[in-house]
Every structure is written in C-alpha cells, then in structure tokens.
C-alpha cells in the first residue's frame, strides 16, 4: 500500500496508536469547524491541516483478548 501510494506522489505517515503519547505526539484545536495542529512522530511530522485521510488497522485477530 505505501509503496503504490509513494509511486503516486502521496504523503504517507504511520503511527501506531499504541505509541501514544510516549512516541506520538498530537497538538489539536478545533476552531470554526476545522481542525488544527501537528502530529507527529520520530521520523514524520504532519500539519492537521494537510491531512486527508486516515487508515486505521486492526491486528487484533477475533477472539483475541483485548
């Protein structure tokens, strides 16, 4: 998937939620209906403001306790 959306000119960072706060970080502000701030990790930084989508992944297979 990142290496399709590389050939496309595309963006691509990953966190993993499991890293937050300790190796994530999320500066937010919701104002007039829009979203503001940075997220970031060690190796990406992002504007809020130039995101586009989000892909959330699940690993947890079923069954698996939480």
Known sequence: ???????WGVHVVRADVADFPERV???AR??????SGRLGTAQHELA?????????????RSGSPV
């Open 1 to 7: 998937m990142v290496q399709e959306l590389d050939h």
């Open 48 to 60: 809020l403001e130039e995101l586009r989508s989000v892909w959330y992944r699940n690993l947890l």
């Open 25 to 27: 970080h999320l500066d």
């Open 30 to 35: 919701l104002s007039a209906g829009r979203w």
